[in-house]
């Protein structure tokens, strides 16, 4: 059930972010890049939110870096671990490049996800991975404009009072700051890698 509601929201917020932003398959685009793309390109919805190096992080920040805009949690025990080993892996792929590129992961469990928590389970996947959170309003406020979906649900693992569906795709925003790739959950490293390396390449 619980992966059936899982892939429910998933298909949702793909369906709504295709309907909002003119997302299209790599079929049907030339842009180079193996994940859907943004079509047009156009201006990332910015954000300002505590980091979990102890500052605040915005993608204004980022401006001359290719950023990866993930939402998850650090208890998530199936498809944030995936995707983190998967974009870790994608670093190591990209070698001296990976240093103008950044992860910002931002949380969709404010309650548990303190910058100390993200930290800590970020830089065990690579050094450079920054956390996001803040108060609730602030993270409803982010992931609405960028059409993710996350909901509170039982959790399987007794031990632990609850568990979120969330969106699990990955936000490519360019150099300029402009939304271009949407990475499915899933991807191979090897294609993230890829994509990543194009926006590195190819500007706007």
């Not at 685009?29 to 954000?47: H, I, K, M, N, W």
């Not at 240093?99 to 930290?119: C, F, G, K, S």
């Not at 609850?162 to 490293?189: C, E, I, N, W």
């Amino acid at each position: 059930m619980k992966k059936a509601i899982f892939f429910g929201i998933l298909i949702l917020s793909l369906a709504a972010l295709a309907t909002r932003y003119g997302l299209r398959r790599p079929a049907e685009v030339e842009q180079g890049l193996r994940s859907g793309t943004f079509d047009p390109p156009r201006e990332a919805p910015d954000f300002s939110l505590d980091s979990s190096n102890g500052k605040k992080v915005s993608l204004r920040d980022h401006l001359g870096k290719v950023v990866i805009i993930e939402f998850g949690y650090t208890f998530c025990e199936d498809v944030c671990p995936v995707t983190l080993a998967h974009l870790t892996e994608a670093y190591k792929k990209l070698g001296s490049a990976a240093r103008d590129v950044q992860l910002i992961y931002v949380t969709v469990d404010p309650a548990r996800d303190n910058p100390e928590r993200l930290r800590e389970h970020l830089t065990a996947f690579y050094p450079t991975f920054l956390g996001a959170t803040g108060i609730p309003d602030e993270l409803r406020s982010v992931q609405k404009a960028y059409g993710v979906v996350a909901k509170q649900v039982v959790s399987k693992n007794q031990a632990l009072p609850y568990a979120m569906d969330h969106s699990s795709s990955l936000f490519l925003v360019d150099r300029q700051g402009k939304l271009r790739g949407l990475v499915p959950f899933g991807t191979p490293a090897n294609d993230i890698a890829h994509d990543l390396d194009f926006l590195l390449k190819n500007g706007s």
